[in-house]
C-alpha cells in the first residue's frame, strides 16, 4: 500500500528566508502527488499537484515542488516567506487515477517568526 | 454561500446521543467525500460517494453511516460513538475522481464525552 512521509512535524523559519517542507512517499507504480495548506479554522487547499510532465511544479503563493522518482521525494519550496504563510502544510499521493482516493501525510506546521 | 459549507461547526455528545453532520458543496460537483483529522495522525478518508453512489467505504465503524440524497449534500450521521472518535471531520467535493482538486470545508469539530 502507498504511504506519505513528512519528515518535519514543525520547521520554525524568519520572515523572508526560503523554507523546505520534506515529503517522501512509498509505492512501485505510478503516482500523483499534492500538496495541500491549511489555515487555522479553515478546511485544506490545494498549493500544487504533479500529475505527469515537468518535474518542477509552480502552484499558488509562491510555492514550488519538484518531483524525484529516484529519490521518492515531493519537496514544497518557496524562496521567501511571509507571516502569512504560517499553516499546517499537507503531502498527499493517490493511488490510480480514477478513485479520488488521496492519501496523507501528517502534515508540517510552518511557523514564520517576524 | 460559496464553496464548501459544513454544519455545525461545532458538536459536543454523548456516548448515547444520535447527530448528523451536514455538507453542502455549492461548485456543481458530483462527488463528495468524508474525512476524518485526529490530532497527529494523517488525514482518514472514511467515505466517497460518485453520483450519489458509494464507491469508498475505508474500513469504518458502522457507527458512522454517511447519507448522500443529492449531488449537492452529504451527512454523517453519528450514533453510540466513543471518545476515540473526538476529531475534526472535513468534508470535500471534487468535479469527478479522475484526480480532480478536492475543494475543503472548514469542518466540524466534534467532541465525544
Known amino acids: 500500500a502507498q504511504s506519505v512521509t513528512q ?9 523572508e528566508a526560503p523554507v523546505e ?8 507504480v505510478s503516482v500523483y502527488l499534492f500538496w495541500y495548506v491549511q489555515y487555522p479554522n479553515q ?11 515537468s518535474t518542477l511544479v509552480k502552484g499558488i503563493n509562491g510555492f514550488e515542488a519538484e518531483f524525484n522518482k529516484s529519490q521518492t521525494s515531493f519537496h514544497l519550496r518557496k524562496p521567501s516567506v511571509h507571516i502569512s504563510d504560517t499553516a499546517e502544510y499537507f503531502c498527499a499521493v493517490s493511488e490510480s487515477r480514477n478513485t479520488g482516493k488521496l492519501i496523507f501525510g501528517q502534515g508540517t506546521t510552518l511557523q514564520v517568526k517576524p | 454561500e460559496t464553496g464548501v459549507t459544513q454544519t455545525p461547526r461545532h458538536l459536543v455528545m454523548g456516548m448515547t446521543n444520535k447527530k448528523s453532520l451536514k455538507c453542502e458543496q455549492h461548485l456543481g460537483h458530483n462527488a463528495m467525500y468524508w474525512y476524518k483529522q485526529s490530532a497527529k495522525k494523517p488525514l482518514e478518508l472514511m467515505f466517497v460517494y460518485s453520483l450519489e453512489e458509494r464507491v469508498e467505504n475505508n474500513s469504518v465503524p458502522s457507527r458512522f453511516s454517511p447519507e448522500c440524497p443529492n449531488s449537492s449534500h452529504l ?9 476515540e472518535d473526538s476529531a475534526l471531520y472535513l468534508c470535500a467535493s471534487s468535479q469527478g475522481l479522475q484526480l480532480y482538486e478536492q475543494y475543503f470545508g472548514p469542518g466540524t469539530r466534534l467532541t465525544v464525552t
Open chain 1, 7 to 15: 519528515l518535519d512535524s514543525q520547521v520554525p523559519v524568519f520572515e
Open chain 1, 21 to 28: 517542507l520534506r515529503c517522501n512517499y512509498s509505492s512501485s
Open chain 1, 43 to 53: 478546511g485544506l487547499q490545494l498549493l500544487l499537484k504533479y500529475l505527469s510532465g
Open chain 2, 75 to 83: 451527512f454523517l450521521h453519528l450514533h453510540t460513538l466513543q471518545p
